[in-house]
T-cell receptor, first 115, second 111 residues
Framework: DAGVIQSPRHEVTEMGQEVTLRCKPI?????LFWYRQTMMRGLELLIY????????DSGMPEDRFSAKMPNASFSTLKIQPSEPRDSAVYFC?????????????FGPGTRLTVL | RKEVEQDPGPFNVPEGATVAFNCTYS??????FFWYRQDCRKEPKLLMS???SGNEDGRFTAQLNRASQYISLLIRDSKLSDSATYLC????????????FGKGTRLHILP
């Protein structure tokens, strides 16, 4: 299995631009999670999906952030417009049908820098 | 009190020594507990789940103390390759389900 795939691995953009991060979960996993990691705040859960349906988006910082999961094999996290404080590593993770609290498998992350 | 709290370290430990980390959590309804390991500039990976009765995996031992609301990780005979950040994870289900990662404890094993 290829594991969780994320793209791009690195993204540098200017303030005000739209940023789209992509994730392909492990095949057969029903849960998909988006996290953000910074030195100051650690790893924060932004949103998670179960069977392509958003379950909890209370971690999404503000309306500039949106996430979609149009099918079981693809999800996007969009930031529009981006701001310098959005600079972080964004991880996508998926877990098996055993449940929400099962082992999560993380992708390699997207390192986002907003200038 | 923070939902999940860890000593950030760093812990600088000589190779071969034993080292232990604690992690405290605030929600008494927490149901699942894990330790993840994160290498520098890499993604977190599951190290081990933490069961009520305690569990061991080779040189690693995890324990849960529900009364005092903390989990611990013990590493025996530490290796250079154990150098990493160790993240404590606590979750609970139900109507207010949540999963919380601690900020991690950095461990440096010294040759």
């Amino acid at each position: 299995d290829a594991g969780v795939i994320q793209s791009p691995r690195h993204e540098v953009t200017e303030m005000g631009q739209e940023v789209t991060l992509r994730c392909k979960p492990i095949s057969g996993h029903d849960y998909l999670f988006w996290y953000r990691q910074t030195m100051m705040r650690g790893l924060e859960l932004l949103i998670y999906f179960n069977n392509n349906v958003p379950i909890d988006d209370s971690g999404m910082p503000e309306d500039r952030f949106s996430a979609k999961m149009p099918n079981a094999s693809f999800s996007t996290l969009k930031i529009q417009p981006s701001e310098p404080r959005d600079s972080a590593v964004y991880f996508c993770a998926s877990s098996s049908p055993s449940g929400y609290t099962d082992t999560q498998y993380f992708g390699p992350g997207t390192r986002l820098t907003v200038l | 009190r923070k939902e999940v709290e860890q000593d950030p370290g760093p812990f600088n430990v000589p190779e071969g020594a034993t080292v232990a980390f604690n992690c405290t959590y605030s929600n008494s309804a927490s149901q699942s507990f894990f330790w993840y390991r994160q290498d520098c500039r890499k993604e977190p990976k599951l190290l081990m789940s933490v069961y009520s009765s305690g569990n061991e995996d080779g040189r690693f031992t995890a324990q849960l103390n529900r009364a005092s609301q903390y989990i611990s990780l013990l590493i025996r005979d530490s290796k250079l390759s154990d150098s990493a950040t160790y993240l404590c994870v606590v979750s609970w289900g139900g109507r207010d389900d949540k999963i919380i990662f601690g900020k991690g404890t950095r461990l440096h094993i010294l040759p």
